[in-house]
């Protein structure tokens, strides 16, 4: 057995297709997409306060607006806008600029939102006003109803209907917005209460899935070295399947080292991106465990695959590719927003898809610090791996050619 | 009489194509055995079977008196294979690879050290044990593959079309190294469709056509098979009708041609045939060249038991 595991490891190491998949895959997808989100990375959550002009109109309109933006705070106290109250032609001309993101005229009751773009600065501004209008909406159907039924303000001069004018209805929506403003507080009546116990950053995400994918794309190098001991391959698989030595043996041999190898490529690509700053758990043993589960899994998957009789080299790393990126795709490597739709409507599929196992089980122990469902994962991910190999070995052992795919 | 390979009524079918019909075979203990036949007449078919390496339709196989079964590592320990194909590790050296090969079957550290170590003798690859398979040149990467196939000294080595693409002097080293492996004891199957080899190396040989045995025996069994045992072919002018008709009738002469100033006389058996030709031509001073003796081959024993030449 010594003697199998010694040149098992001997020949994965040395060969240059596992150790590009296997060591250099990983860093450099990692890196990649480091360098990719950029800033977004670290200052997802703070963002600079958007710059926006409020035309000179309507008085009443005009500070309203202003009020109502300037009122607008991130969570860090910074505020969500920058307001310039400006004339027409210099909003404008600072629009054009670029100085503003976006124009808020006031010429009229109703203020209006002019923008040079569709970005997210302007989405903002956007919404931002949509929040105002109803909030102006629901002020005017107050005032309606004062018209209509009239109103006993809090000092005792109380209008009736028919002697309702509009100065004086002027009035009274004064009066209820400076009531407003008055009964307006910083108390917080509800509390932000998140079961995140960790950072939330969701481009974490996609680091996540980087070792998912790592550890899924160990099927492949399982591929290779499970097809080399199907009979009837090539002249190699010939003359290891004629050998002294039983398969199962050989089969354990090469699985032991593979993941040896692919555990190894996978911390180092944690620790890598624990380096250039990427937010990771520090609980090395936890990480260890979902990556020594992650690519048990991957490999004996690859065996499985491998093992399949009748089928070229080819067409069994195509099948290892094709499944590996599905099940990746459905862990939110390549967009985010599969893994929540499918928790939503297929949540069994998030329960038992390595990939999502992989990155769920990450995100379980950094962000919600929750190591029943992290063992819960590791539990599920051996298990499919154990009854995976299981399968594997039982066609392995059982297979002899019905043709002969090596020219001897 | 021990065996070392009985095949009984062996039948492979790839689908419609019957590429073993109820095949036959006997190879004894310590002969080089070989199997001859055109390709596509079922000789890698047959080898690949009695490796468990291909599941056949019908039939029996016992190898060493016992039944031979994928499973039955005792038994494939005793066997070696030297394919076609180089098969051997592309990241390992020379030394990893026979070492792990050899290690395959032998566990005993000492004595595989040992083995690996005759091998590399053997083949002649002392020098290039350090060497990856790639910087190797096609005749050493055969002398590896060689060795990696006989490392752990089996009483049991199939060679399949182990010269093939291979220059005149490793084909040479190839055939000696096989013989000696013979004289240490070992049961040699070897597999060609180069009949000079065959006949060089072989102590028996089994004709194989369309998946069945047309013919067993040594060189000289299966020569004796044909009606033709000598053709003497030479070049004259000079011969009368008279000439033609004594020629005809010297003893074992079956057939006579003559065309062309060539004269072809077959012969059915006997050895002074030339002798007899020459002084007959000499006795009546007719002037005669290029004269040739021409015994049987095994492509004329396959020629006239199938009909078709053996490299067809």
Redesign the interface.
């Known amino acids: 057995m010594l003697?199998?595991l010694k040149?098992a490891f001997?020949?994965t190491v040395?060969?240059k297709n596992t150790f590009v998949w296997t060591f250099i895959f990983p860093i450099a997808l990692s890196t990649f997409m480091f360098l990719s989100f950029g800033n977004v990375y670290k200052d997802e959550l703070v963002m600079n306060s958007i710059p926006v002009a409020v035309e000179e109109g309507v008085e009443e309109t005009q500070i309203s607006v202003q009020n109502f933006l300037e009122g607008a705070k991130q969570s860090n106290g910074d505020p969500y806008f920058v307001v310039s109250v400006l004339s027409k032609e210099a909003a404008k001309e600072a629009l054009e600029n670029g100085d503003v993101s976006a124009i808020v005229t006031t010429e009229g009751l109703t203020p209006t939102v002019v923008v040079n773009g569709n970005d997210f600065k302007e989405e903002i501004v956007i919404t931002a006003m949509n929040e105002y209008l109803k909030y102006k909406k629901t002020i005017d159907d107050i005032t309606a109803d004062i018209i209509k039924n009239g109103i006993a303000v809090e000092s005792g001069a109380g209008v009736a209907p028919e002697e309702m004018t509009p100065e004086k209805l002027a009035e009274a929506e004064a009066a209820i917005l400076a009531k407003i403003a008055e009964a307006e507080t910083d108390e917080q009546f509800f509390n932000e209460t998140s079961l995140a116990k960790g950072p939330q950053n969701i481009y974490n995400n996609f680091f996540y899935a980087t070792f998912a994918m790592g550890c899924l794309f160990a099927c492949l190098g399982a591929v290779n070295l499970t097809d080399k001991l199907m009979?009837?391959r090539?002249?190699?698989s010939?003359?290891?399947?004629?050998?002294?030595?039983?398969k199962l043996k050989m089969v354990i041999s090469q699985m032991s080292v593979n993941l040896l190898v692919v555990f190894a490529a996978q911390m180092g690509a944690y620790f890598y991106m624990r380096l250039i700053g990427i937010e990771l758990t520090d609980d090395i043993l936890a990480v260890a465990g979902i990556l020594l589960a992650g690519a048990s899994f991957g490999i004996s998957l690859g065996v499985l695959i491998g093992a399949i009789p009748r089928l070229g080299e080819g067409a069994k790393v195509g099948i290892g590719v094709g499944v590996t990126m599905l099940i990746s795709f459905l862990a939110d490597l390549c967009t985010t927003g599969i893994k929540d739709s499918i928790e939503r409507n297929m949540p069994i599929i998030n329960r038992i898809s390595p990939a999502a196992l992989i990155s769920d089980s990450f995100m379980t122990i950094y962000v919600y610090d929750d190591y029943d469902r992290y063992f819960r994962n590791l539990i599920t991910l051996v298990v499919m791996a154990v009854v995976i190999t299981t399968i594997a070995i039982f066609i392995l052992?059982r297979s002899?050619?019905?043709?002969?795919m090596?020219?001897? | 009489m021990e065996y070392a390979v009985e095949v009984d009524k062996l039948v492979k079918r790839?689908k419609e194509l019957v590429a073993l019909d109820h095949f036959d075979m006997t190879i004894r203990e310590g002969e080089i055995f070989g199997l001859l036949g055109p390709n596509g007449s079922g000789k890698?078919?047959t080898?690949?079977c009695i490796?468990?390496?291909?599941?056949y339709d019908k039939g029996e196989i016992r190898v060493f008196g016992r039944e031979m079964k994928?499973?039955d590592?005792?038994l494939?320990?005793q066997?070696g294979?030297v394919?076609?194909?180089?098969?051997?590790?592309d990241?390992?050296t020379v030394r990893?690879n026979v070492d792990?090969?050899c290690?395959?079957?032998v566990?005993d550290k000492a004595t595989r050290k040992q083995y690996v170590e005759d091998a590399i003798r053997f083949v002649g690859l002392e020098n290039y044990e350090k060497f990856v398979p790639g910087k190797l040149s096609g005749g050493l990467l055969r002398r590896l593959n060689i060795a990696?196939?006989i490392a752990?000294k089996p009483k049991l080595i199939f060679f399949?079309?182990p010269t093939v693409a291979v220059d005149p002097q490793s084909r040479n080293n190839i055939l000696e190294g096989i013989m000696k492996l013979r004289d240490m004891g070992a049961t040699i199957v070897y597999t060609s469709h180069y009949m000079e080899e065959v006949e060089q190396i072989c102590d028996r040989i089994l004709i194989m056509d369309k998946g069945r045995a047309v013919a067993t025996g040594t060189a000289e069994e299966l020569k004796n098979m044909t009606k033709n045992r000598e053709t003497i072919t030479l070049e004259t002018d000079s011969l009368g009708e008279e000439d033609l008709k004594v020629l005809r009738e010297l003893p074992h002469a079956y057939d006579l041609k003559y065309e062309g100033g060539l004269l072809s006389i077959s012969y059915s058996a006997g050895r002074n045939n030339l002798v007899r030709v020459v002084n007959y031509l000499q006795e009546k001073d007719i002037a005669f060249t290029n004269v040739h003796s021409k015994v049987p081959t095994l492509n004329d024993v396959f020629l006239e038991i199938t009909g078709k030449e053996l490299r067809d």
């Open positions: 003697h199998s040149y001997i020949t040395k060969n009979p009837g090539t002249p190699l010939g003359r290891l399947n004629i050998c002294g030595t039983s052992s002899r050619a019905n043709k002969m090596l020219k001897t | 790839y890698t078919t080898v690949n490796l468990s390496l291909l599941k994928p499973s590592y005792e494939k320990k066997i294979v394919f076609q194909e180089v098969a051997v590790f990241e390992l990893e792990y090969f290690g395959l079957y566990s990696c196939g752990h399949d079309e």
